[in-house]
């Protein structure tokens, strides 16, 4: 289910104990971020729930995990109705980042202008890989992957949503063979 307002943040894992705390997944650089978190949305049944936490009460940064309280969930028996589900978070909270570095979310639709083949048409979709993010972008009804990587992009320019890159020397000739 699409939340265009908010970024999927991780999901619940598992119970943790039995007086409703529950382990989440968080999928974050910096989880560190978090220990102070207030309130997290729950998608339910394609809707987001608004839960207030009351507290959090470890974080795992190697696991990135943490054992929160929502507060309503007060033991074991309601938190087992919320596992597996995925949590949210506003995009307004997300720190703006400057430079080269960004958001996936943020760069879908940016014009992506190589520095010898120009325009490229828009990022249509971001992977990330065990090695290193790619984009996506349509060239002549084929999808191209392009890395993500600082080395290939020379500016982002978030007013005109443009990124500038140098894409290898025949890569995009790989996908439209």
Known sequence: ??????????????????????????????????????????????????????????????????????????????????????????????????????YFHEIIGFTIIDEKEGDLGEVTNVYELPQHAVGEFIKNEKAVLFPLSEIFISKIDRIEKKIYVTIPEGLIDVYLQ
């Open 1 to 102: 289910m699409s939340h265009p307002e908010y970024f999927l943040l991780g999901k619940i894992l598992r119970p943790h104990g039995v007086k409703g705390d529950v382990v989440v997944y968080l999928d974050s650089d910096s989880l560190s971020r978090y220990k102070k978190m207030k309130l997290i949305y729950v998608d339910v049944e394609g809707s987001l729930k608004e839960f207030d936490v009351s507290k959090v009460i470890s974080i795992k940064e190697h696991e990135h995990t943490a054992v929160i309280h929502l507060v309503g969930v007060e033991d074991i028996n309601a938190a087992e109705h919320y596992l597996k589900l995925d949590l949210y978070q506003p995009l307004t909270s997300l720190p703006k980042l400057r430079g080269k570095k960004f």
